[in-house]
């Protein structure tokens, strides 16, 4: 029922033009023995016949006529399902060739983010990791940021240091309670331990629970990746809202190489470069680098 149903007018066209074939013949035969004056002109005899005879069913004539009609409908429908095809077709090539410019056009946005994503990247790392605050080999600077107002953590967003184990290592997220990190978030913004000991000592241990006491946090609840004795952590805010949205922390395998005078001045130089490449990485970090989830 669907053939029929979707094809109908193509398989009536058909029988149409079968039959006028047939009709044609009969109808010639027909016309011999209707036509009232043979000798006359044959043409006229011939129209005659059929002028008085287009209403007879009993001749071929009116289905010679309806054949015919039908044949002319089929042809004329075959003819617009065409033109339609045709419309149809240069829409598909429209919607293709604009499809194809979207994927390309998507494909350079991407790119062009990613770009922007790593040079946001290189900025920050040209801007904290200077020789002005005595970066080296034996530091990291990591920075964390508050991705939403009622977050409980502090989502790693940066994060460099020229020995590899020491760039690769460290949590995807910090509690806003816990370690130096956040003694300076949920205090003054800043925080200093430097404690010249074994820090897989228990004396090490103790000195950082006292250090920290003092501020009302605790010491981190999973091992540090790198065994740092010198700590500086510094919050800052986003320069054009006031509010607080990350902070820094440096670090150092030895005491002395880093000074916390030095690294203030040097921030506090770049305090609106900072803040802004740090919203902007924030804003894209979700994108090209996610978090897995680990706390």
Known sequence: MKFLKAYWLSILESVATVSLAAITVFLGIWLKSAMPNADE????SAFQAIQAHWKDFSTPIPYFGIALLVSLVGKFD????KYRSNLLDGERKAVSSLRKELRVETQAHAESKSNYFETL????????????????????VTIYRRQANDDK??????RFSSTHAYQ?????RVPIEEGVVGAAWLNHGRKEVEIDLDPSSDEFAEAMNAALA?????????????????????????????????IVVYESVDVGVLKREDIDNAIESETLNVSRLVRHL??????????????
């Open 214 to 246: 003092t501020e009302g946090c605790g010491c981190p609840g999973e091992a540090l990746s790198m065994s740092s004795k010198y700590f500086y952590a510094r919050a800052f805010e986003d320069h054009d809202t006031g509010k607080r949205i990350g």
């Open 168 to 172: 690769e290592g460290g949590r995807i």
């Open 282 to 295: 924030g804003a894209l970090h979700g994108e090209f680098s996610p978090d897995p989830g680990e706390e």
């Open 78 to 81: 075959g003819f617009r399902s």
């Open 41 to 44: 002109e044959v043409a006229t």
């Open 121 to 140: 990247g290189s900025a920050l790392k040209y801007m904290l990791t200077s020789r002005v605050v005595g970066f080296d080999h034996r530091c990291r």
């Open 153 to 158: 953590y502090l989502r790693q967003i940066f």
